[in-house]
């Protein structure tokens, strides 16, 4: 039975695209490239000890990471139901299986982080995913995702509305003031040894309660 979901982007990855997204993502040298891409990320961090991604496809980050971070524990959330039942093979997930729009948060963690999501989003919920994003961190929120100084959408594998460039983090760090830019950087597709899809990436830390120390 199929869910009727609130956007058509939503209805999008979940079905039939989301699948074969599936089949052109399982090259094992997107490992290499994805540990080197977090190693970047994670060193700005400390003491996290549990992660949340949000839209994590069949897990490639969360592998990676778990190189980096051999006890973190982890949480992700995914719309796609064959991409699912990948996550669900990786030790030590909590994998739930709904849109980034419906989730209701269990608990926070330290680290929450989306790479390549946003993008995909419907404009007018980001908001809302703002605010998952911020309710569900305790400390840091990092954003891997096309930047472009003003928002456009341009066309995705010959679908219209299906992809969406803006500064993701700009507007985050705008609505939440509490919220600080640790660091950015950008991975480059012609990258000699590590190469990624022309991500940029945003680390941002929640202010801590008075008194503690960071």
């Known amino acids: 039975m199929k869910k009727n979901y609130r956007t058509e982007q939503e209805q999008f990855w979940a079905g039939g695209f989301g699948d074969e997204y599936i089949k052109r993502n399982m090259d094992p040298e997107l490992l290499a490239s994805n540990i080197n891409f977090f190693a970047q990320i994670l060193k700005n961090t400390r003491d996290v000890k549990s992660i949340m991604e949000y839209g994590a496809h069949i897990g490639w980050n969360l592998i990676a990471i778990r190189y980096l971070l051999p ?3 982890f949480g992700a959330v995914e719309i796609n139901k ?4 990948h996550l669900k093979k990786i030790k030590g ?5 709904e849109s980034i729009l419906d989730f209701k948060i269990d608990k926070k963690r330290d680290f929450v982080f989306t790479k390549g999501v946003l993008i995909h989003i419907n404009p007018e919920k980001l908001k809302d995913v703002y605010q998952l994003l911020y309710d569900s961190s305790s400390r840091y929120i990092c954003l891997c995702e096309y ?4 928002p456009v959408s341009i066309p995705y594998r010959g679908q ?7 500064d993701f983090a700009g507007e985050m760090l705008d609505a ?3 919220l600080c830019l640790l660091d950015y950087g950008f991975a480059y597709h012609r990258d000699n040894n590590f190469s990624q899809d022309d991500i940029t990436w945003f680390l941002m830390e929640r202010a801590l309660p008075q008194g503690e120390k960071k």
């Not at 219209?160 to 803006?166: A, E, N, S």
């Open 93 to 97: 997930v909590k994998a739930f299986h």
């Open 176 to 178: 939440y003031k509490d």
């Open 82 to 85: 064959k991409a699912i039942d």
């Open 147 to 150: 930047y472009n100084p003003s």
């Open 71 to 73: 006890e973190v524990e």
């Open 160 to 166: 219209k509305d299906q992809l969406f460039k803006r």
